[in-house]
């Protein structure tokens, strides 16, 4: 009979363990449903914590804290969304605002208007203000098409000649804000698998930001690796703005007009889709863009 009351006595100390660690467990559940409900309503970076021992129940708290990071994560990343939507809309407005309130006020000043000279000099500001709108509306476009439906389309080209050729289409623009460019371009051809004209256009969008920037100075040079680099004085920049330069819709107060800032954007998501590397850095006032592309 000694047995019996044993094993009574061993199964009660059982179950009341066990019903003391139930109790506990379903405190720390209560509590942790406490915990949860105060950070989302308080919008805290807290994670939840947990005293049990419980093995099942930590790695249910550890999972929980994971979806809470992702879910911060994402909840970041909406918001510098929004305010980079907020502020692309308000870049957007403004600089289609400009070109328009000026052909308006040609448009006014040509109905009283009976002097020749006068009313071509005016049809002149309205065409180059029709000429500002007609680039803005191109970048928008373009920036729209290469972050939806563009796809590369590489083929085998000869990095020298393409790089001479852009450079010379901006001949004549450096000539008319005299600047002097520097190339060194080597002699032995570098061949390159590349998409063609999203190189054009990457070249033609850091040559533009170039006169945007430069003092009167650019120096060009291109590596036998495929690096190729754009440097300019740029005294007016700050390295913190250069960090923000590939930023869709980021413009530099400093920089001239009629810009989306989009032209830098899109030369980064171009190179990366073909596989590339663009960056820039900004040292001893000078303004250097790095474009690596894929020699074969």
Not at 26 to 39: C, M
Not at 227 to 246: G, H, Q
């Amino acid at each position: 009979m000694v047995i019996p009351w044993f094993l009574c006595g061993f199964l009660l100390c059982i179950s009341v363990l066990l019903v003391l660690k139930l109790y506990l467990i379903k405190k720390d559940l209560n509590n942790l449903s406490i915990e949860f409900r105060n950070n989302l309503e308080s919008d805290t970076n807290n994670l939840l914590t947990v005293s049990t021992c419980d093995r099942n129940v930590r790695k249910l708290v550890a999972e929980i804290n994971i979806g809470i990071e992702r879910l911060r994560y994402h909840r970041h990343r909406y918001m510098n969304g929004d305010r980079e939507l907020k502020e692309a809309i308000t870049n957007i407005s403004h600089d289609l605002r400009t070109p328009l309130t000026g052909i308006c006020g040609y448009l006014e000043l040509l109905k009283d208007e009976n002097d020749l000279t006068a009313i071509k000099s005016y049809i002149s500001l309205i065409q180059n203000r029709v000429s500002c709108l007609k680039q803005l509306s191109e970048e928008l476009f373009c920036y729209s098409v290469v972050t939806s439906s563009w796809v590369a389309t590489q083929e085998n080209v000869i990095l020298n000649k393409a790089l001479e050729e852009n450079l010379l289409a901006f001949y004549g623009t450096f000539k008319k804000r005299k600047i002097e460019p520097v190339i060194e371009i080597p002699d032995t051809f570098i061949p390159c698998y590349i998409d063609l004209p999203a190189f054009n256009r990457i070249v033609s969008n850091i040559l533009s930001n170039v006169l945007k920037y430069s003092e009167g100075d650019l120096y060009v040079k291109l590596y036998a690796d495929g690096l190729i680099t754009f440097t300019n004085s740029a005294r007016s920049l700050t390295p913190v703005m250069v960090e923000r330069l590939f930023d869709r819709f980021y413009t530099v107060e400093t920089g001239q007009k009629n810009s989306t800032g989009l032209g830098l954007s899109i030369a980064k998501t171009l190179v990366d889709q073909m596989g590339g590397e663009i960056q820039a850095t900004y040292q001893d006032k000078k303004l250097t863009i790095a474009l690596k592309l894929n020699i074969v």
